[in-house]
């Protein structure tokens, strides 16, 4: 194992929008938010559970169910204790890096091409 899973983040136009909709359909409280609205968090805290998370992508198309053109969209938060061997690990399993990182956060392209970040504390 190479860390444990942390958050599935789905893409959206309105994340405080969408959390709401999520917190009250699956009964999950707001374990996160930042100031400027981008970014929302349910369920519990970081390690305990995994949670859902919203993050603002102002241009998204949505997803149009079942056509191929426009397929679902979402990427793994995956957090692990030491970032250098979680990415020698990752890429020895077939990811590759992606450009984009952020302070706690790398992102990486699964073998398929999806994306997911690995995220330290």
Not at 16 to 30: D, H, M, Q, S
Request: glycine share 8%.
């Amino acid at each position: 194992m190479i860390g444990h899973l942390r958050s599935t983040v789905i893409d959206c136009p309105d994340p405080r929008a969408l959390a709401t909709f999520y917190a009250e359909l699956l009964g999950l409280p707001v374990a996160d938010e930042d100031s400027d609205d981008d970014w929302v968090v349910l369920g519990g805290p970081v390690g305990h559970q995994p949670r859902l998370a919203f993050q603002q992508a102002p241009d998204l198309r949505a997803p149009t169910w079942p056509d191929p053109e426009r397929p679902q969209q979402f990427h793994l938060d995956v957090t692990v204790s030491d970032i250098e061997t979680a990415e020698k690990a990752a890429l020895a399993l077939g990811a590759r890096r992606l450009p984009g990182e952020g302070e706690g956060f790398r992102v990486y392209a699964d073998p398929a091409g999806h994306p997911f970040c690995l995220c330290w504390d």
